[in-house]
């Protein structure tokens, strides 16, 4: 059974969803004693980040150990705890899998950097000076290191303290299925593999050709040229014996190469995360903000749920711990809750599963720190770095670019409570906590019967009642309106029409049907009349 189409995912943040210990650090310990929490949601999957032993350089995705929990968040009796009640609770975990690189802390790196015959340096890319290649880095610059131990450099796609592993190794990917072995046998129910399109690399590393300083070179590692045999081997020999599923993050991908994994019978990921719809408020370029969001948000959807129908299974997603807050991005700060629960219909009706991100099921905004120094993450440090020394954009500026897209703004710790740290911990969170907490928070949201929590609660049982919501088929109408989207799920004698309002004033509420023939089952306002209120949202059913 693929289960997972049946399911609401969670996605958990450890270092900033409850510390257990108060040590200002999120930890596991934290995540067991919210187990009751994640339960009354009604989510049936949480999605760990990595908790695996790590130097921190890039929280947790530069992994020194695959067989450790990071100290900091507890120990493998923890690990085997939280699985077990989680299991209990009858709730499913997945881990993240990251394995483009690893930290330059990796027992393999700290070998292979030493000297030249090491049996791990092919476990990576060691090439000599005249060897490298012009390729760049995700997070800005070189994707090439200088290594003094042996006089040559070797390859990171992320920072130089994340060096890219060498998967045409077979050694390595030996390796990779042992580490999928131990964390499956010990009861884990599938992965997130961090970027795992990028993978397989051009024998040699030729040049890129692109004359732009990013992401060059990534015509020879975008869905490289080994990619679906490495996947392959995996899914033969490891993923086949386990009831799980895979979600693979897939790195500028379109729908048509994503089916080359996820077509069902060839199963080499169950679902991947893909990006078209970040980019609809200019994501790359996040520098520069667009009148068309709302439109090219619908068109990015729609693709994916057209092309992806009947063939495979799609992922819905607004947030994570890489993406800003999706109220700052896509609803309102003056109609925080009406956004918040509009976005939420308007994105997990349509057919996927829907993945949660801590915090977003009480309407979290961004933190927009102030201080450059409140920012922890190496990519909102290194973009500074890159606007103020290619571009010569002023402090000012790049502060205000990095407000609204540093991937910091998803990881201020979740706000539990109007206490001190929002009751995320009773010492100095590791980041700093958002100042809206004393009105954003659980204890709030709990209290008030119209919360945007219990708004999601109602909403995911809503969902999870209807086949026809789950498996029914997509249809956009109005694709081209840029004020309201409106779509229609479609399953044997059943039809769902779904409209939602991204306007801030009031909309004639259009329609191809004579409404009066449906039934209004689910709307973000208690009163519903001939004209759309700000972000409001309505779903509409019929018998057919
Ligand atoms: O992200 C891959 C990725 O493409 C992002 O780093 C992207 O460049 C960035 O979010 C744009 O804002 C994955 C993880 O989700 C991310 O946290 C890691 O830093 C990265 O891989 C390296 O492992
Ligand atoms: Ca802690």
Request: charged fraction near 30%.
């Amino acid at each position: 059974m693929r289960w997972y189409k049946e399911s609401f995912v969670y996605q958990i943040y450890p270092r900033s969803f409850n510390d257990s210990n108060n040590d200002g650090i999120g930890d596991l310990r934290g995540i067991i004693e919210k187990i009751d929490y994640l339960k009354d949601l009604g989510v049936d999957v949480i999605w760990l980040s990595p908790i695996y032993d790590s130097p921190l350089d890039d929280y947790g995705y530069d992994i020194r150990n695959y067989y450790k929990v990071l100290p900091e968040y507890g120990t493998l009796a923890d690990f085997k705890e939280l699985i077990t009640k989680l299991h209990a609770n009858g709730i499913k975990l997945i881990m993240d899998l990251v394995i483009n690189h690893t930290s330059d802390e990796h027992e393999w790196f700290l070998d292979a950097r030493k000297n030249k015959n090491s049996k791990y340096r092919d476990y990576y890319f060691f090439r000599d000076k005249d060897e490298i290649n012009n390729w760049t880095s995700f997070f800005g610059g070189d994707a090439w290191e200088y290594n003094p131990d042996t006089d040559d450099y070797y390859l990171h796609l992320f920072s130089k303290r994340q060096p890219d592993l060498n998967l045409a190794n077979p050694k390595v990917r030996e390796e990779i299925k042992k580490i999928l072995r131990f964390w499956l046998d010990l009861g884990v129910d599938g992965f997130r593999c961090d970027v795992i399109n990028i993978i397989s690399k051009t024998e040699g590393l030729p040049n890129g050709k692109s004359i732009l300083p990013i992401l060059r070179g990534s015509e020879h590692y975008l869905n490289g040229p080994k990619i679906h045999e490495y996947l392959q081997e995996f899914k033969n020999d490891v993923f086949k014996d386990y009831n799980m599923f895979t979600v693979g993050e897939c790195v500028f991908i379109t729908p048509e190469i994503a089916l080359t994994y996820i077509k069902e019978g060839v199963d080499e990921l169950n679902m991947v995360f893909q990006f078209d719809h970040m980019a609809a408020d200019n994501f790359l370029i996040k520098w520069f903000p667009t009148k068309f969001k709302v439109r090219k948000l619908k068109k990015a959807l729609s693709k994916w749920q057209y092309k992806i129908n009947g063939k495979g299974w799609n992922s819905l997603y607004f947030e994570n711990h890489d993406q800003p807050r999706s109220i700052n991005r896509f609803g309102s700060l003056k109609y925080h809750k009406e956004s918040a629960k509009m976005l939420a219909t308007y994105l997990f009706l349509q057919q996927g599963t829907p993945y949660i991100y801590q915090g977003q099921e009480i309407g979290m905004t961004n933190p927009a720190y102030e201080d450059l120094n409140d920012y922890k993450d190496i990519e909102t440090h290194n973009i500074y770095k890159f606007g103020r020394s290619k571009f010569k954009f002023s402090h000012k500026r790049m502060m205000r670019k990095i407000k609204l897209m540093s991937r910091d703004n998803a990881r201020s710790p979740m706000q539990w409570r109007d206490a001190l740290y929002a009751g995320f911990s009773e010492s100095e969170p590791w980041l700093k906590v958002n100042p809206n907490y004393k009105e954003i928070n659980v204890e709030n949201n709990l209290k008030d019967d119209d919360s945007i929590l219990n708004y999601y609660r109602k909403l995911i049982k809503f969902k999870k009642n209807s086949k026809a919501l789950i498996y029914g088929d997509y249809l956009e109408h109005y694709p081209k309106n840029k004020h309201f989207a409106m779509y229609e799920r479609i399953y044997n004698n059943e039809k769902y029409l779904i409209v939602a309002s991204f306007s801030e004033k009031e909309l004639k509420l259009k329609s191809p049907y004579d409404l009066a023939d449906f039934e209004l089952v689910l709307s973000n306002y208690k009163e519903n009349d001939e004209k759309l209120k700000p972000y409001e949202v309505r779903v509409y059913k019929q018998q057919i």
